[in-house]
């Protein structure tokens, strides 16, 4: 049944495919914009990925005003206060995320401050505490996974209260998302496979969770094709630059779809267990679906079976009849997973990953249940149901 109301809203531009990023100094142009700063992480720029960025500027008028390479894997509000002060010392006037999502926060942040004025981020924490739009800013994604080069939320951790912030509002979408698969060439087979699960979580839960609507299923079900049909010929030869950019397109697409639909209890659930056992997001998405789709079968279980198509292909899907098309399509996501895990050992479930106590699961359900994606999810869940998952999960 249609749904009577939704909202779709995606005003960044997307650059790409091959020589993508030779084309920014000229995007900056039209912007006003002609000395920014790159924000990146010191491993990006030890993989030389930002020389081909340094190249095009050189024929042009724009300048890099200077390279912040500061970011750690989970950054913080003092590493967006650094990143700020060199941004003022350096006179820019633009910002250029090179690297994967903490980066890309960092720079979300950062912007909120450079524009603003000030050092006090936690005055715009929250949804939508933003007066007015911010200083030009791009994003070129070294991964093919968060998707948030295309979304209008930023996450920061408060490393003295032990907390994170969130940051919401349509004016920390950055201006454009750059994709080269000159940017991901060089990411290594675990880091891959694992960004890759995490695209396909975000399409498949965008595709199959309360809010989801036409234009959201559209970029969600291309995404999700696009994730099954290059994953596993990206890991068979990692300088596919066509697969690469399969990947990378996927990973926007993916991004497009659950800005615009939420995500459910796959969601909820990794969002515990990444603050409880500090593993990354990407890896808890990996061993969460197949069993929350397993769990909302009951309830949604034609869009579940609808998913079988872009999953396993024409042929998979009109040999399986409709009444088994959701299992066979939770089927086919196991049968992934077995493969990644035989490829890269990307661990399939909570033991596999070494880090997770059985005496973990009971925090792990209490928090998810305060989720706010858990809203969305077609079944609801009470605390044993999550821990029933978790379970088996374990």
Request: proline share 6%.
């Amino acid at each position: 049944m249609a749904k009577p109301y939704y909202e779709f809203f995606c005003p960044v531009k997307v650059i790409a495919g091959n020589a993508a990023l030779e084309h920014i100094p000229f995007e900056l142009a039209t912007l006003g914009a002609k000395r920014p700063m790159i924000i990146t992480d010191k491993g990006v720029r030890a993989n030389n990925l930002l020389q081909p960025i340094e190249a095009a500027f050189e024929s042009t008028d724009a300048v890099i005003g200077c390279i912040f390479d500061d970011v750690p894997p989970d950054s913080s509000l003092q590493t967006v206060r650094n990143a700020a002060q060199a941004y003022r010392d350096n006179n820019c006037d633009a910002i250029i995320a090179v690297g994967g999502g903490s980066v890309i926060d960092t720079s979300k942040a950062t912007n909120i401050l450079v524009s603003e004025g000030g050092d006090d981020l936690l005055k715009y924490s929250g949804a939508h505490n933003l007066p007015k739009a911010l200083k030009p800013f791009f994003v070129i994604p070294t991964t093919s996974g968060t998707g948030s080069e295309v979304t209008m939320v930023a996450v920061v951790s408060d490393t003295e209260k032990n907390v994170k912030l969130a940051f919401a509002s349509y004016y920390l979408m950055p201006h454009a998302a750059i994709l080269d698969p000159r940017m991901t060439s060089s990411l290594p087979p675990h880091l891959t496979a694992m960004t890759g699960m995490d695209a396909l979580t975000h399409c498949v839960e965008a595709y199959t969770c309360l809010a989801s609507n036409p234009l959201s299923d559209a970029y969600a079900v291309a995404g999700i094709k696009k994730i099954s049909e290059n994953l596993f010929k990206v890991l068979d030869q990692p300088n596919n630059a066509q697969g690469r950019l399969e990947l990378a397109q996927a990973s926007t697409m993916a991004g497009i779809a659950f800005s615009n639909s939420m995500v459910g209890l796959v969601h909820s659930l990794g969002h515990a267990l990444g603050a409880v056992a500090h593993l990354p997001h990407g890896l808890c998405m990996n061993l969460f679906l197949p069993y929350v789709l397993e769990y909302n079968k009951s309830i949604n279980g034609n869009k579940i079976g609808e998913l079988l198509l872009p999953l396993a292909g024409a042929d998979t899907y009109a040999q399986t009849p409709a009444e088994l098309r959701a299992d066979k399509a939770i089927a086919t996501i196991l049968t992934m997973r077995d493969h990644l895990y035989s490829l890269t050992k990307l661990p399939r479930t909570l033991r596999e990953t070494g880090k997770v106590t059985e005496e973990q699961l009971d925090e792990v359900a209490e928090k998810a249940l305060n989720d706010g994606s858990i809203i969305f999810n077609p079944k609801e869940a009470t605390l044993d149901d999550l821990r029933a998952i978790l379970q088996k999960a374990w």
